[in-house]
Structures are given as structure tokens and as C-alpha cells.
């Protein structure tokens, strides 16, 4: 084995933030056996035969030195007994077992957790969705209702100190139990904690991509572009799939093209021209990677490969794929990758599916490849940018995640979000899906607009299609209704950004953008049972619509269950009662998205669509049930990537030196005040001056002078100075809700009921009494109960005026 130090490559080096070695006050230890107490609810619990014990970095686990918790100790025998605030853990000494090795926690979440008890965690994530056709079983993550789970981080492999990888010492356990109840925030605070936080994505990474498996040229995909642009389909990321480089035109005596690193030049004849182009359209690139088959002599930089790994070139022999040969790794990079780099390539999608073994022990291809391109692409200091497949506890760290070959069928969309939002419970944050699905099924233009509509409310937004010309996502492809649905659905993502980016710095802190309404309210049973429905961001519910619509009402429905306070649609304005199950029913023109009573969703301006820029223009929504206050971060959009990288460090989860701008908004629902502070931080990061459009989700107070009115919202605009900020004072708190019998009476227009039936329900939807008394009475009038449900949701909302 070559020296990872033979010749530079900053690739290979420590993981920024790494400190593996607890502090020695942390540590309890006896002969066999070594207690850490990382964190007042987390234990490192280690056993070995010979005595030794482990303080590399390992997958999971790159920072063991934390501040040392308050905790108590009792001898026992040859045992212990570890006390914190939160939890107590007694062990015998001896190796693990049931009666040997117990944790208990404290207080309202009393629980207790035995060595080897079946698992009873709430679920993590998978390493793919290739092939899966609906439900799959889920790795463990760290969160339970019973509050304790046990990480057993025994197999992974280590880290050497100068950040080369190692195997473990056999006879050696190492298990992290995460003791904290149902405080699953600070649980994963631990996580992160111990494991490094996740990467902070570049502003761009979350507009839409645009990736099909296709044969395109420059010339086709250039042209495709301009459709876009006609057609006004935003998008910031170009991910060209695996024709890139030469498939077709390999020599046969080397077999297929599935592995490459040399541009077809018959499709591409001029790549820096190409991305220089897609770089003037406010696009980034990442480029497909299949590495398995090694470097083969046809590759144009073969020679130099061969070279770098002592192979004689006119033997034409492979340079085999070897990621654990820190001689073939510094050549991978800087002969494979870094040229095409330099002519535009902005970060890569490791598409690894050859398996976990390699050539040391214990070592997975699939993370060496992640770690080391994440920290390749960093190396001139940004946050890097890796886009590639889970490989499990630690793959956080690794920017966003690519779920595989989604099947395309309805039972494949009802399985996604709750794929997503579960990611959360073991620290993982940025999913990305093959939105639409990639591969087999049958053309479904609703289930079509249905995954377009999840994608927007998703971590990453990426269109893919199969190499398959009936397997298509382009808009245009798709009749009016869904068209009209899709675009909309695309332009609105990059409204979203400033809000998600905001949501990108605080993932990066640990709190994922998506996470499971039991997030919200662990304490509540309710929050359990709606797996589809999950929080996006701090201010936003979803609950996508995963199922076809209903042939009467002609709409899909989702069930919710609504956290205490009210919730509005922001697209429809319709408010709810909280603390209730409902069941929401929509068009094919939008999904439910609720904002929280007193919750300000930043937006940019409709005309505002560059995903690489802060925009001069925003509009801020406001839920104006109650008060609330949001602060928007923004930073200088160049602070990642392969060639531009200008910020910290990777997977630190620190802002990049006065590159960061914070403008917090503030909403005084009592003196009806909404407040723009001025902008603190980096001022030369956004514009100096900005439009703001203030739109409430309710009617105006009488004598509002406003500047756009609808039946569900009302707005004012303001020109601002960044440094000085503005005061917006109402004429009064806007009332909310909406009239339900607009909706109702446009409901039963589109029904595909009696005419008799729907005269009668009008009439009594109409009808000048209680609401509880009509919904009564709609039961008496004999229609399909599709149809009463989506009136009874209508009936059950808030109306104006009411609190």
C-alpha cells in the first residue's frame, strides 16, 4: 500500500472539523471496556478483547472532544453506573447482554433500553429506491417514542490522523446510545454533534434541475434551454447524464461504455464553449460518473493515468478502480476530474451501484467516493458540492443525496415524502428524487403533475426521466391542465429560494428542511399517524397529494393532522382550526401548503427567477393570525464549488467570513405592525435598495389603502433601503379566512354529480345558519361522499372575522 503522503493532494487530508479524542474527563474505563459520555444524553460504549480501544475518526463518529456534561459515577464490581440530567446507564463490565448493559432516561419520557432489545426506532432512511416499487424497510435512525436508541458503529471504517482510511481492529465494539426521550431536536443536535453537521448547499443547488438519461448535443440541449426560457421554466442546475462522454463509440475490445471521463466529441465538440454557456444562462453542471470499469486506454487521459499509477500505456492495460490506493485516488482527481473542471464542471453525480466491498477491509466504495470528491471539491475553501448515493449514519456530510431509479407508479409517489421526511431522524437533510420517476410504469399526466408538485416542496428539485422518449417531463409534452399546473408549480420553486436558503443555514445547524410532523409535536399521537404530511421549514406543513382524484369532485385529497393555532393555504387562502385531523382537497392546480398562524414566507417577486442571485424584488407572504418574526439569511451566492469556491471550509456549518446578510421581518399581529429591520451582517451582498410586496392572507381592515387585492389576500408594496429598513402600520389586523361559498359553489359547478343533488347541497352550503346545523344537513341530501367531504372541508374553515 502506497503512503497517502507520497505527493500533494489536498484531497487527502482531514476532515475539517475532525477532533476524534474525547476529552479525558468525558472517559470511564476498565479493563476491557471504555464509557464516554459525549453528550448529557448520548453514551459511547466501547468493548474490546485486547484492551485496546479506538480514537480514529470513523464514519459516523469525526468529533469525540465536545464540552464534558455534568455526570455522577458508581463503581459497581467490575461494572459502572454513569448518571447524567437525562439518563442513566449500568453495566456490568463484561460483554454486552441484555442483563449487563441497560439505559435508562429520566423524567416525563422515563424509559428503559436493554442490550439487543429488538429496535424501536421511528426509522431513518435507505441507501436506494432503485427498483422500488412502493414501501421499502428503512435503516434505523436515531429517534424513538420509547426516547433511547443504540448506534452500533462497530463496522464502519476509521480515519487515519493524516485522513487516509483505515480498518478496525477486530474483537473491538463501539455503540452510541442516544438516551433523550421525545426531545428529538436536541437529539440530533448530538448527532450532528459527533458526526460534523451537514454541507450548507450553494443558493443555486436549490432551483430546479433539469436531468434526462438522453443522448443530447450541445446544439439539442442549448435549444432545449431556449424552450425553457420561452416558456419561462426556471432552472439552475444542467445535469448531464451518462452520454456525455463516449458510449456508443468505445472500442469493443474494451467493452461497454457504461465508465468515462472523455467527452463524445460528436455530441460535444467544444465543452468549455458549452458550459461557459450554460454558466452565462445562470446554470451550474454536474456531470454522471459510473467509475466501476477503471481508466481504459481509449480515455483521452489515459496516458497520463497510467502513467501516475506505473503502468506502461502501450500495453494498454485498465487502470483498475481502486479507491483505496492513495496513488490511484490523487491520480483520479487530478487527471480525471480537475481538467474537466477547469474547462466548467461545476460538481459531479457519483452514481456508485457496484457494491461495498474494496480492497481494504470493511471499506465501502461508496463512501471513500463521497468523502473524498466532497472534500476534493472544497479544496479551494467552499462548503463543496457532491451529489451521490447514501452510504449510511455520517453521509450527512456529503451535500445531496441521490435516491435512485424511482419507479414510476402511484405507489412510488406515495412513498416519497415519507421517505424524505423520515431521512430527518438520522441527520439527513438534502434528498434528491427522480422527480416524475425514471423507469418502467405507464404514462400518467396526473400522477405526472402530482410528483412536479412534491418536488417543489422537496429538499431538491430534479426532473429525470429514463432513456426512453415516451418517459418525458418537458411541459409543453403534456396537455393544458397539467402544463398549466407544472409550469407553475416550477416557476413557484424559484420564488421559494429565499426561503430555502434561509432553511439551507439552518440545516447546517442541524435542523432539516423536512422532517415528520412528530418533529413538531412529539408528544402528540396524532403527529405519529400522517407519515405523507411533514414540516417544511419553520414556517410551512405539506401534504402532498399522493393518490388519483376523485371522479366525482375532480380533486385529490391528502389527510392532515393540524398542529394547535391556525393554518393557511397560501395558495388557495383558506384558513383551519388546528389541533384536528382533516382531509384537504384540491385541483390539479395545487397541492396543500399551510403557513403557520404568524408565519412570514419570504419569497422573491414573480419576475425574479435566477436561483444564482439574491433578488432586488421579494414578496413576503403573512399568516396574520398571530404575531411573528422571520430572518432572512442571504450570502454571496459564489461560496462553493469545484472552481469558484470562496467560503469557509467544508461541512463546518459556519457562515462564510462577512459573507452572510440577516434581515429579520417582524409581524405585531396587535398593533398590526409589520416591521422590515435593517439588513446586519454583509450589506454588499444583497441590493442596496429592494421592492418588497407585504401580502397578508386575509381582507383588509376598513380604510387599507392597498396596492393588490383578491378575495384571499391583500398586498402593499415598499421601496426600501437595505441599511435602513421600513415600518408598514395597518389600518387595522387583517381578518382571516375566506367565505367558503365562492369555493363551494365553484366545487359543485365541477362535479360530476346529480344536478338535483348538487342544487339541494347548494342551497343549504348558502343558507343564512350555523355551520355545524348545515353540515349536519348535508348528509341528508344524498351525495357521493367524495363530494360531502371537500364541501365539509370547506364548511369546517375559518371564516372572516372568526378567531
Known amino acids: 500500500?502506497?503512503?497517502?503522503?507520497?505527493?500533494?493532494?489536498?484531497?487527502?487530508?482531514?476532515?475539517?472539523?475532525?477532533?476524534?479524542?474525547?476529552?479525558?474527563?468525558?472517559?470511564?474505563?476498565?479493563?476491557?471496556?471504555?464509557?464516554?459520555?459525549?453528550?448529557?444524553?448520548?453514551?459511547?460504549?466501547?468493548?474490546?478483547?485486547?484492551?485496546?480501544?479506538?480514537?480514529?475518526?470513523?464514519?459516523?463518529?469525526?468529533?469525540?472532544?465536545?464540552?464534558?456534561?455534568?455526570?455522577?459515577?458508581?463503581?459497581?464490581?467490575?461494572?459502572?453506573?454513569?448518571?447524567?440530567?437525562?439518563?442513566?446507564?449500568?453495566?456490568?463490565?463484561?460483554?454486552?447482554?441484555?442483563?449487563?448493559?441497560?439505559?435508562?432516561?429520566?423524567?416525563?419520557?422515563?424509559?428503559?433500553?436493554?442490550?439487543?432489545?429488538?429496535?424501536?426506532?421511528?426509522?431513518?432512511?435507505?441507501?436506494?429506491?432503485?427498483?422500488?416499487?412502493?414501501?421499502?424497510?428503512?435503516?434505523?435512525?436515531?429517534?424513538?417514542?420509547?426516547?433511547?436508541?443504540?448506534?452500533?458503529?462497530?463496522?464502519?471504517?476509521?480515519?487515519?490522523?493524516d485522513g487516509w482510511v483505515g480498518s478496525r481492529v477486530p474483537g473491538r465494539r463501539d455503540v452510541q446510545v442516544f438516551a433523550y426521550g421525545r426531545d428529538y431536536d436536541e437529539a440530533l443536535r448530538a448527532f450532528h454533534a459527533v458526526s460534523g453537521p451537514p454541507t450548507r448547499l450553494p443558493r443555486w443547488a436549490l432551483g430546479n434541475w433539469w436531468s434526462r438519461y438522453h443522448p443530447y448535443s450541445d446544439e439539442s440541449y442549448t435549444a432545449l434551454l431556449d424552450r425553457f426560457a420561452e416558456e419561462r421554466l426556471p432552472f439552475s442546475v444542467a445535469?448531464?447524464?451518462?452520454?456525455?462522454?463516449?458510449?456508443?463509440?468505445?472500442?469493443?475490445?474494451?467493452?461497454?461504455?457504461?465508465?468515462?471521463?472523455?467527452w463524445e466529441p460528436s455530441l460535444f465538440p467544444d465543452p468549455p464553449a458549452f458550459l461557459a454557456e450554460l454558466h452565462r444562462r445562470g446554470m451550474r453542471t454536474t456531470l454522471n460518473l459510473h467509475p466501476a470499469d477503471g481508466v481504459r486506454a481509449f480515455e483521452d487521459a489515459y496516458p497520463a493515468m497510467a502513467a501516475a499509477t506505473g503502468i506502461d500505456p502501450d500495453t494498454e492495460q485498465t487502470v483498475a478502480f481502486d479507491p483505496t490506493d492513495p496513488v490511484f485516488l490523487r491520480a483520479y482527481f487530478e487527471?480525471?476530474?480537475?481538467?474537466?473542471?477547469?474547462?466548467?464542471?461545476?460538481?459531479?453525480?457519483?452514481?456508485?451501484?457496484?457494491?461495498?466491498?474494496?480492497?481494504?477491509?470493511?471499506?465501502?466504495?461508496?463512501?471513500?467516493?463521497?468523502?473524498?470528491?466532497?472534500?476534493?471539491?472544497?479544496?479551494?475553501?467552499?462548503?463543496?458540492?457532491?451529489?451521490?448515493?447514501?452510504?449510511?449514519?455520517?453521509?450527512?456530510?456529503?451535500?445531496?443525496?441521490?435516491?435512485?431509479?424511482?419507479?414510476?407508479?402511484?405507489?412510488?409517489?406515495?412513498?416519497?415524502?415519507?421517505?424524505?421526511?423520515?431521512?430527518?431522524?438520522?441527520?439527513?437533510?438534502?434528498?434528491?428524487?427522480?422527480?416524475?420517476?425514471?423507469?418502467?410504469?405507464?404514462?400518467?399526466?396526473?400522477?405526472?403533475?402530482?410528483?412536479?408538485?412534491?418536488?417543489?416542496?422537496?429538499?431538491?428539485?430534479?426532473?429525470?426521466?429514463?432513456?426512453?422518449?415516451?418517459?418525458?417531463?418537458?411541459p409543453w409534452l403534456f396537455p393544458a391542465e397539467p402544463r398549466a399546473a407544472m409550469g407553475e408549480a416550477l416557476r413557484f420553486r424559484h420564488r421559494l429560494v429565499p426561503y430555502?436558503?434561509?432553511?439551507?443555514?439552518?440545516?447546517?445547524?442541524?435542523?432539516?428542511?423536512?422532517?415528520?410532523?412528530?418533529?413538531?409535536?412529539?408528544?402528540?399521537?396524532?403527529?405519529?399517524?400522517?407519515?405523507?404530511?411533514?414540516?417544511?421549514?419553520?414556517?410551512?406543513?405539506?401534504?402532498?397529494?399522493?393518490?388519483?382524484?376523485?371522479?366525482?369532485?375532480?380533486?385529490?385529497?391528502?389527510?392532515?393532522?393540524l398542529p394547535?393555532?391556525?393554518?393557511?393555504?397560501?395558495?388557495?387562502?383558506?384558513?383551519?382550526?388546528?389541533?384536528?385531523f382533516v382531509d384537504l382537497h384540491r385541483g390539479l392546480g395545487t397541492i396543500p401548503v399551510l403557513l403557520r398562524a404568524g408565519g412570514i414566507l419570504p419569497l422573491a417577486a414573480p419576475d425574479e427567477s435566477d436561483a444564482t442571485v439574491n433578488p432586488a424584488a421579494l414578496e413576503v407572504l403573512v399568516a396574520p393570525g398571530a404575531p411573528g418574526t422571520f430572518t432572512l439569511v442571504e450570502d454571496r451566492e459564489e461560496q462553493t464549488g469545484t472552481s469558484t469556491g470562496t467560503g469557509t471550509g467544508t461541512g463546518t456549518g459556519t457562515e462564510p467570513d462577512g459573507g452572510v446578510c440577516r434581515t429579520t421581518l417582524t409581524w405585531d399581529h396587535d398593533a398590526a405592525v409589520f416591521r422590515i429591520d435593517p439588513a446586519e451582517g454583509d450589506l454588499g451582498s444583497v441590493p442596496a435598495r429592494r421592492r418588497w410586496r407585504v401580502t397578508f392572507l386575509g381582507a383588509p381592515a376598513a380604510g387599507q389603502e392597498v396596492d393588490a387585492v383578491s378575495a384571499d389576500r391583500f398586498s402593499v408594496d415598499l421601496d426600501v433601503a437595505t441599511d435602513a429598513g421600513a415600518v408598514l402600520t395597518l389600518a387595522g389586523a387583517p381578518a382571516i379566512g375566506v367565505d367558503a361559498r365562492d369555493a363551494a359553489r365553484e366545487l359543485l359547478e365541477g362535479a360530476q354529480a346529480g344536478n338535483a343533488e348538487k342544487l339541494t347541497a347548494w342551497e343549504v352550503v348558502d343558507r343564512d345558519a350555523p355551520r355545524a346545523d348545515r353540515i349536519a344537513e348535508l348528509e341528508t341530501v344524498g351525495l357521493p361522499g367524495s363530494l360531502r367531504s371537500a364541501l365539509v372541508e370547506l364548511l369546517g374553515s375559518v371564516h372572516p372575522g372568526e378567531r
Open 500 to 561: 430555502l436558503h434561509t432553511m439551507n443555514h439552518r440545516a447546517a445547524a442541524s435542523t432539516a428542511l423536512v422532517r415528520p410532523v412528530y418533529h413538531l409535536e412529539p408528544h402528540r399521537d396524532e403527529a405519529y399517524r400522517v407519515p405523507n404530511e411533514y414540516a417544511f421549514g419553520s414556517e410551512l406543513l405539506v401534504a402532498p397529494i399522493v393518490e388519483p382524484r376523485d371522479p366525482v369532485t375532480l380533486r385529490g385529497r391528502a389527510r392532515a393532522w
Open 335 to 474: 487527471h480525471l476530474h480537475r481538467p474537466l473542471e477547469e474547462q466548467g464542471v461545476d460538481f459531479w453525480w457519483i452514481d456508485w451501484q457496484q457494491g461495498r466491498t474494496s480492497g481494504m477491509p470493511g471499506v465501502d466504495p461508496l463512501w471513500v467516493l463521497n468523502h473524498f470528491h466532497l472534500l476534493d471539491s472544497a479544496r479551494d475553501g467552499g462548503a463543496g458540492m457532491t451529489f451521490s448515493r447514501y452510504a449510511g449514519p455520517g453521509s450527512h456530510r456529503y451535500a445531496v443525496g441521490f435516491s435512485g431509479d424511482a419507479v414510476v407508479s402511484w405507489a412510488s409517489l406515495a412513498f416519497q415524502p415519507e421517505f424524505t421526511a423520515t431521512a430527518a431522524n438520522v441527520g439527513y437533510p438534502w434528498w434528491s428524487h427522480d422527480i416524475g420517476g425514471h423507469t418502467r410504469g405507464v404514462r400518467d399526466d396526473e400522477l405526472a403533475t402530482r410528483w412536479v408538485q412534491f418536488g417543489v416542496f422537496s429538499p431538491i428539485m430534479r426532473l429525470h426521466s429514463a432513456n426512453n422518449p415516451f418517459i418525458r417531463k418537458e
Open 1 to 161: 500500500m502506497h503512503s497517502p503522503t507520497d505527493g500533494p493532494l489536498p484531497t487527502i487530508r482531514p476532515f475539517p472539523g475532525s477532533d476524534p479524542v474525547a476529552d479525558g474527563d468525558a472517559v470511564v474505563q476498565g479493563d476491557h471496556w471504555r464509557i464516554t459520555v459525549l453528550c448529557d444524553g448520548l453514551f459511547r460504549i466501547e468493548w474490546s478483547d485486547d484492551g485496546g480501544f479506538e480514537d480514529r475518526a470513523s464514519t459516523f463518529a469525526v468529533r469525540r472532544r465536545l464540552p464534558v456534561p455534568e455526570y455522577t459515577v458508581v463503581r459497581r464490581g467490575d461494572g459502572v453506573e454513569v448518571t447524567t440530567d437525562r439518563a442513566t446507564l449500568r453495566y456490568d463490565g463484561r460483554p454486552f447482554s441484555a442483563t449487563g448493559l441497560v439505559v435508562e432516561t429520566s423524567g416525563a419520557d422515563a424509559n428503559r433500553w436493554r442490550w439487543g432489545q429488538e429496535p424501536r426506532d421511528l426509522g431513518g432512511t435507505g441507501r436506494t429506491l432503485d427498483d422500488v416499487d412502493g414501501r421499502m424497510p428503512l435503516e434505523s435512525g436515531v429517534l424513538a417514542r420509547d426516547g433511547i436508541v443504540a448506534l452500533d458503529d462497530s463496522d464502519s471504517f476509521l480515519f487515519e490522523d
Open 564 to 580: 394547535p393555532g391556525t393554518w393557511t393555504d397560501v395558495f388557495t387562502g383558506t384558513t383551519y382550526a388546528g389541533d384536528r
Open 239 to 262: 445535469v448531464v447524464d451518462m452520454d456525455w462522454h463516449r458510449v456508443d463509440s468505445v472500442p469493443p475490445r474494451f467493452g461497454n461504455g457504461w465508465t468515462g471521463y472523455s
